[in-house]
């Protein structure tokens, strides 16, 4: 199995080791300390190495922070943890902060008069640095960078840093080799009058240099640093017992391989102006180059947009990893609908069943994330991972929200269905109802070029917020080309400000959930592509939509949508079982033409 089910939380250790936490601060003449989700390449998802967020607090959630005082230690979590954090942190010691409603500086300033608050300066932004900072200005509170991390002071079986093998990603699922980006990209640099570029996220490594790796969970990355130079040498920074000689080869003379360890000396050896993203990189990064006097300058990672904006053979890859991916999932739906009515499923043996179709692909490189699979309640978790302590019967009246994906070598795949176990009652089929509405509102859209996620997100919301009703997450995160499942910059989110265009993959996944009763969403992963012209010789763009599952037709309430709704959900039922009936089995097959029987 990819997928465990053991608890990483351990709440019961919070006290002593905050206690520890504190005592090491007082030694060193801080007041306080950021203790930050992130890595050093300020990745998602982490080593476990990096794990010190869960480490301390027991919570494992893929995005927050803590800020530990004398009195009070605050979990900075958004609407995604807003109940899981309860249920894994000791609420004795440590204060759930709903966030980014509740600003950091704002709630420093309540709860610490005076004094000094230390930072990993590896583990923050300059961004996020000098949000901090000019919230702090006109009190009492410095913050302090430092250079010995307290928590890996006092962590004493602290993971090792992982050594995952580098492997090639072929030209032929990129469509692009490898040289060619880096010449494209090195074009850029000296139009900008750039010399270098300092790359520091591990997927954008990666693209550039048509490799993948296994230093992370479920996201085929390798760990390093990587600096671009105007004539297209790079220099990677990566532990070299990580690549082997075919790996080498594929890099080339122009891709010089050093230690991580001679990173920071590198950066101060360049010769500016340097490019450096102020959201993502390290602000230790941009300290390091302007003490050495180099001149740096603000730019976005040059790899971000062009990652981001995949090419016809990336598309094409992608399209058959999803009706692979979608075939495995009809396999599961069906299997789901013959035992779930027998009462003896649990979470765990779902989660065991879905990877089982999945590695009966004979192609399935990884999951893309742990699978989300909340019976009942535990569907309104938003970020649900069953363990063994969790654990809970698939019983029927209640909703099954499963939400999962596959990594292949020609895509990332990330689907979410809820399905109805038995009679679920009317109120739960309206709010399915809803997020359907929403889910294809998104779907149909066409916009003028230069709209961004935040200009299209209310559009999953509408019909959600008629009934007094919206979900604490964003509508849709970017997904990456067999690389990170949720990928930047695009988004469709009340904040996402980067115009969307064409070839961004993104999930599509309006939800509603009802704490302690049930939790519904929906996902589709969607393509950007051109909109034909209707006449008025406007550019608009639109969605190809990439994953081909049905959904819960016991959950429709037919008679609340509109036409175009009912002609849009019964086109894409026909398109599911016209793509996947040649992929799977006969009793498949069967429930297949039911279940996408026109409403």
Known sequence: MFQGFESHASPDQGPPRLAALRARLGDVGLDGFLVPRADVHQGEYV????ERLQWLTGFTGSAGFCIVLPAVAGVFIDGRYRTQVKAQVDLGVFTPVPWPEVKPGDWIREHLG?????????LHTGEEIERLERSLEKCGVTICSEVINPIDAIWPDQPAAPLGKVFVHPDALVGERAADKRARLAEGLRTAGQRSAVLTLPDSICWLLNIRGADVPKNPVVQGFAILHEDARVDLFVTAAKLDADVRAHLGPEVAVRAPEEFPAALAALTGPVRVDKASAPMAVSTILREAG?????GDDPCKLPKACKNPAEIAATREAHLRDGAAMAEFLCWLDDQAPKGSLTEIAVVQALEGFRRATNALHDISFDTICGAGPNGAIIHYRVTEATNRPVRSGELLLVDSGGQYVDGTTDITRTIAIGDVGDEARACYTRVLQGMIAISRVRFPKGVAGRDIDALARYPLWLAGQDYDHGTGHGVGAFLSVHEGPQRISRLSEVALEPGM????????YREGAFGIRLENLIVVEPAPDMGDNRVQLSFETLTFVPFDRRLIVGAALAPGERDWLNGYHAQVLEKLGNR?????LVWLQAACAPL
């Not at 080593?47 to 990096?50: F, S, Y």
């Not at 180099?294 to 603000?298: R, Y």
């Open 47 to 50: 080593a476990a190495r990096d």
């Open 114 to 122: 005076t004094g000094r608050v230390g930072f990993d300066p590896w």
């Open 294 to 298: 180099i001149e740096v300058v603000w």
């Open 505 to 512: 993959i993104l999930s599509n996944e309006p939800g509603y």
């Open 584 to 588: 799977v089995s006969p009793a498949t």
